[in-house]
């Protein structure tokens, strides 16, 4: 089963968010830049033909932050 690209995109962020040391609780400001950041990585993938597209970058973005 494909992971979907919300999935990746969480675990992503999860991953930035231990290694960056950001506490999601406190600095809500730094976790969607870190969202805003793995979306514009994965946007370059699709790019690049490594990923598939985003249907709608908002609505992953929402999904992501939730």
Known sequence: MAI???T???EQV???IRTRGVDPRADITAVH????EALS?????AL???APP???PDAA???VMD
């Open 61 to 63: 973005t929402k999904a």
């Open 41 to 45: 990585a994965h946007e370059a993938k």
């Open 4 to 6: 979907s690209v919300v």
């Open 33 to 36: 830049e870190l969202v805003s």
């Open 54 to 56: 985003l249907d709608d």
């Open 8 to 10: 990746e995109l969480e």
């Open 48 to 50: 690049a033909g490594e």
């Open 14 to 16: 999860r991953d930035l």
